[in-house]
C-alpha cells in the first residue's frame, strides 16, 4: 500500500485549503515523531556549571599578555555567539562512511544527499539534548538567537559579564599591529557534561577572517607590459569575462545549442559586508552581461534583493555601511563580480555576515549549509591553520553529506599563510620598505586545507606573453582580447619573481628604481641583479599559497591543535619533498596574479584611491565607458587566490547545469581521479615556478621545527617537484582547467541519470461524470542522482494518452502541469485528474420541477429524523428552499430540446502517463494503469 503523507506543514496547508489528510497519514507522522524523539541523549545528567573543563586551542594566537589593554566593561554586548556540536564517535564513523558512498557510484547512497532535517536526525543531537543546553545557557542569562537546522548549533547572545560567568574567560581589549580588537583572555571552560559535544565557542573575539585580495599597485603600471587599453600610448592587457573564457576554454560551453550558461543554477558567495549596487550593475553593464535591480537604502547599498540572477541574504544586524577594517568591500564586488561573469544566467546568492560582533564569513557559511541555500559555496576567505580556534569541520562535513560543493581561497602569501602582511602594518597604515623577513613559520590556509573542500590556488601570464601573438588588439562583447594562443600558457603565481626578472631586463625603469613617482621612502632598488627577497622586502610576498597541512601546538603542549591528515584521494600521489600523511594544498589552480595580468573589478573610488572616502564606482557611469575609466583613471585591477576562486564556481555552476541540475558534493575524489588520465585534456598542468618565501630562521619558535624557518632563511616548494601521473605540485595543484575538456570528460564518469513514475493505484474505478475520488496521486522519484526543481531549466512537462480513443471518452490533467521538485531523497508527488464525460438527458420542463418539488423533500425528511432538533430545523429551512426552487427548475433549464448523450462508454482503458524533462536531450519516464469506468 502507498501512503501519500504530508508534513505537519502539509497538513496544516490542507486545513486552510479545505482537505483532510488520511488518518493512515496523521498515524504515520505522528509515529515519525516518536521515532525523531527516541534519538539517544548523549547529556546523560544535569549541565552543572560547578564542573567545568578547558576547550583546547580556545584562545587566538594573536591575542598575546603584550597586546593586551585590559578588559572590556561587563555590559559590552556580544551579539552573535555560536556553540560548535560535533557528532558522537559512533555517528562520525557514519557520517564518514556515508560521505564517501555518496561519491562512490557503486553504492546505494551514491548521490542520496540529505537535507538538514535529515542530517540532524541521523549526526546532530538529540532535541532533548539540545533543549538541555539551550536551557543552560538561558539560565546563565544569554539570549537565544537559534538553533541549527542540523541541531550542531547555537547562536546566542550576552554581555560579557555573562561570558564571564559562564565560561570563566573574561573579554579584554587587544591592540594588534594597530588595530583595535577584543578577545577572551584565557581558555573557554565548558560544563563536563558537555565535553566531547561542544567542540568550540565561536564569536569571543573579532579577528575575523581574512580576504584573500591583492590589489595592483599603480605605481607598477609602468613596470609591465600590462581587456586591452591605452594608456600614455602604451599598450596594456587586463582580464575581461571574454578573456577567461578563451583562456579556460568556455566557450564551447556557451555557444551549445542549448547554451550552458548557468540559466536556473545558483552559487553561493560568502561576504562579511554591505556593497553597492551601482558596482554590480555598472560591472554587468560594461561588459553586456544580464542585468538585475535591487532596493537600496539611501547610500546605495542594497537592502533586499531576489531576482533571477541575483539574491541578497542577511545574516544578523546589518550596521548599515561597509565594514572598513580589511579589504572586505573590494573582496565582495570581486566575488559577485566574477562569480556571476563566468557563469553569467545563474543566480549569484550573496550571504552577508557584517555584524562587527559576529563572525563574519564564518557565520555566512554556516547559514548558507544550514539551509542548504546553493549547490556551490564560493569562499574567498581564510585563516592560516594556527590562527583558527574554532573548527568548522561538522559544518563542513555536513555541506558536504547535503551535496553543496565548497571551494575556498588558498592564500596569497606563498608557502607562509600566517604572514598575511608585512610585520607592523595595521588596517590604516603601511609601514615603508624593507620589510622584514616572514616570521609565521610554514603554513597553509583553513578553510582551504579541510579535506571538505577544495583549494583554489594562483597562477599568472609569463612576462614573454603580454605581446600581439597573444592579445588582440580591440575588444569583444564581454571585453575579451585574449587569444587561444594563450590557452595552457600558464605559469605558477610568484610576482616577486616575475617582477625581478621585469627589472633585470629593465633596470631603468622608475618603478625598478624607486618604487614610482614620486619616489617610495626606503625603497630597495631592483637592478638588473635583482631577486626575489629585495622585491619582497618592496613590496612583501605576492605568491599563491600551497604546502602541507600542519601540526600546531598551543602553548608549548605538545598536543597537536590543528592540522589534517591526508585524505584518500590524495594517498595514490608521490610528490617529492612534500610531507607525509597530510592534507596537500591547492586542489586547482586559475589566474590570481594582480600584476600579470590582473582582473578588473568595479568597486568605490576610496578602495584603490589613497585618501579618498568616495563611494562613486570606479566603473562610473556604466557601460564600456566605465570599464575604461576604471582602468585607465583608477586602476582598478585587482588579484589573489580570490579572483581565481569565484571563476571556479562560476565553471562548476555550468558543470552543474551540464550534468542536468545535479548536485556534486565535495569535488576533490573526481578531480584526482579525471587527472590521472592526461589525455582527457581536463587540467592545464603548471609545472614551473615556486613559492618560496624569505624568513627569519628559527621563527615561530614554540612551533614544531617542521614549521619553522629553517637556518637558509627561505621555505616552500617548487612547481617542478611533481606527482609523474597527475603532475600535481604544492604550489599550483593539479593545475588550471579546460572548462570544456573537464565538463566532457566528468559527464563521462557519470552514470544515467533518470526517474521513475509511479501512480498511486494499478485500477481506478469510475462512473460516467464522477468529479470526486477520480485523482490519482504520480510519484517522481530520481535514480542514480538525477534531480530536477522548478529552478532549473529542466522542469517536468506531463501528458496522458487513453486507449482506447472512444466519442465522449475520459480526458486528463495535471496539477501543477510541471515543474516538479525531484531531489535524490524527498520524491515528489503530482495530480492526476481523469475526468469520464456525464451522461446529458432532456433538460427539465415544469412537469418534472413539481416532481423534484415533492421529492426532495421526502430525501431531506429522512435526515431530518435522524438528526437533532436544531439540525432537524435548518434542515428544514434548507429543504423549503430547495424544494421551492425546484418548481422553477424548468424555465432555468430551457425547454426539452436540449440533445442527449450517453457519456463516456463502460469498460477498460489504458492510461499512458508520460513526463519529460526540457533541453536538447530530454529524459524521459512512462507509467500506466487501468481505468474501469462503470
Known sequence: MRLNCMSFRAVQRSKKAGSRPSWKCLLLVFASSLCFGLQSDRITGAIDSAHMVALHKSVRPMAQPQDDRGAVELSFKLGYVTMLIVPSAAQQQTLTALLAQQQDPSSPNYRKWLTPQQYADRFGLSQNDLNKITAWLKSQGFQIRSTGAGRNTVVFSGTAAQIQKAFRTEIHHYTVNGENHVANSSPVMIPAALNG?????????????????RRSA??????????????????YYFLAPGDVATI???????????????????????????????????????????????????????????????????????????????????????????????????????????????????????????????????????????????????ILQQGNSEGITIISAAGDDGAAACDYSPPGTTSTYTPPPPYSPAVGGLAVNYPASSPEVTGIGGTSIPLADFTSSFWASSNGTTGGSALSTLVGQEISWNDDVEIAQYCQENPSNTFCTQGGSPPVSGWVPLTSTATAEQVQEDI???????????????????????????????????VPEAPTGVRWVPDVSLLASPNYPGLI???????????????????????????????????????????????FAGMLTLFNQYFGGIRLGNINPTLYSLAATPSNGAFHQTISGDNNVYCQPGTPSRQP??????????????????????????????????????????AATLPSFSFTLTPSVSTLTVQPGQTANNTVNLTVASTNGFVVNSATVMPLTYSCTISPSVANGPTCSFSPQNGQNITTTTPSVAMLTIAPSAQLRPALGPGNGIFYAILLPGVFGAV?????????????????????????????GGSSSTPSSPGTPAGNYTVTINAATGGASPITASASFTLTVE
Open 540 to 574: 612583501w610576498i605576492s605568491i599563491g599559497g600551497g604546502g602541507g597541512s600542519n601540526c600546531w601546538t598551543e602553548s608549548n603542549t605538545g598536543v597537536c591543535e590543528a592540522g589534517f591528515a591526508q585524505p584518500t584521494w590524495q594517498q595514490s600521489l608521490s
Open 218 to 235: 599603480t605605481a607598477f603600471r609602468a613596470a609591465r607590459p600590462n581587456y586591452t587599453t591605452t594608456i600614455s600610448g602604451s599598450t
Open 248 to 394: 579556460y576554454d568556455i566557450n564551447p560551453l556557451y555557444d551549445a545549442s542549448t547554451p550552458i550558461n548557468g540559466s536556473g543554477q545558483k552559487l553561493a558567495v560568502m561576504g562579511q559586508t554591505d556593497i553597492y549596487l551601482a558596482d554590480l550593475t555598472d560591472f554587468r553593464s560594461g561588459f553586456n552581461l544580464p542585468s538585475f535591480t535591487c532596493t537600496t537604502g539611501t547610500t546605495g547599498l542594497i537592502t533586499s534583493c531576489d531576482t533571477t540572477y541575483f539574491e541578497y541574504v542577511l545574516y544578523g544586524t546589518d550596521p548599515g555601511a561597509p565594514n572598513s577594517i580589511q579589504d572586505d568591500l573590494g573582496e565582495a564586488d570581486l566575488d559577485v563580480e566574477w562569480s556571476g561573469a563566468t557563469a553569467p544566467n545563474a543566480q549569484v546568492i550573496y550571504v552577508n555576515a557584517p555584524d562587527p560582533s559576529g563572525n563574519g564569513v564564518f557565520d555566512s557559511i554556516t547559514y548558507a549549509i544550514e539551509n542548504s541555500l546553493a549547490p556551490v559555496i564560493s569562499m574567498s576567505y581564510g585563516l592560516c591553520e594556527a590562527d583558527v580556534t574554532e573548527s568548522l569541520e561538522t
Open 197 to 213: 559535544i561542544v567542540s568550540g565557542v565561536m564569536g569571543l573575539n573579532d579577528f575575523r577572517p581574512k580576504p584573500m585580495i
Open 864 to 892: 431530518l429524523v435522524a438528526g437533532s432538533r436544531r439540525r432537524g430545523m435548518c434542515l428544514l429551512a434548507l429543504m423549503v428552499l430547495l424544494g421551492s426552487s425546484t418548481l422553477w427548475l424548468g424555465s432555468c
Open 705 to 746: 621545527t617542521t614549521v619553522q624557518c629553517p637556518t637558509t632563511g627561505v621555505f616552500g616548494f617548487s612547481a617542478s617537484n611533481y606527482d609523474a601521473a597527475t603532475k600535481y605540485n604544492l604550489v599550483t595543484g593539479l593545475g588550471s582547467v579546460d572548462a570544456n575538456n573537464l565538463a566532457v570528460a566528468w
Open 601 to 647: 573589478v568595479c568597486t568605490p573610488q576610496e578602495e584603490v584611491v589613497s585618501g579618498s572616502s568616495s563611494t562613486v564606482s570606479t566603473c562610473y557611469p556604466g557601460g564600456t565607458t566605465g570599464i575604461a575609466t576604471a582602468v585607465d583613471t583608477y586602476f582598478s585591477i585587482f588579484g589573489g587566490t580570490s579572483t581565481a576562486t569565484p571563476i
